[in-house]
């Protein structure tokens, strides 16, 4: 396998925990704070939403914040250990992650503070990592 291209958007992200049957907050989809990207996932115990940091009130349990890399795709489906092969070299760095897929690509969720190790580590397992750039 050769190694995968991703980027490192420059907003934050966090992770928030709500009920599960609480409708999908306001603030949560708010276009005020900008983020690369944002998820809504309900289970029967949780409602989980991935979204800009500095949109989730103090009053919600939350993590992060997180840097986030996407893997520059789209990646085809049938693709087998994309996220084996990028997330293995952080745990052994003892780095943790959160991972969220979508249809065209897969996040890595990285705490801030670990970013840069992270992006060290990704390199020198033959990856490479680009910031993305602010429009001006």
Same mark, same amino acid.
């Given at each position: 396998m050769t190694g995968w291209q991703l980027t490192r958007h420059t907003s934050e992200v966090g992770l928030a925990r709500l009920p599960a049957h609480d409708a999908v907050p306001a603030w949560a989809l708010a276009e005020a704070h900008e983020t690369p990207f944002w998820s809504v996932t309900r289970t029967a115990d949780e409602l989980s939403i991935i979204c800009a940091h500095a949109a989730v009130p103090d009053s919600v349990t939350a993590a992060g914040p997180f840097a986030a890399f996407s893997i520059d795709g789209p990646l085809d489906h049938s693709l087998i250990g994309v996220l084996a092969g990028l997330t293995a070299p952080l745990a052994d760095a003892n780095i943790a992650i959160l991972a969220q897929s979508t249809f065209d690509t897969d996040w890595i %969720? /990285?705490? /801030? +503070?670990?970013? #840069?190790?992270?992006? $060290? /580590?990704? =390199? +020198?397992? #033959?990856? *490479? /990592? $680009?910031? =993305? =750039? %602010? =429009? *001006?």
């Open positions: %969720l /990285v705490p /801030v +503070a670990q970013a #840069g190790p992270a992006i $060290e /580590v990704w =390199e +020198a397992a #033959g990856h *490479s /990592v $680009e910031t =993305e =750039e %602010l =429009e *001006s």
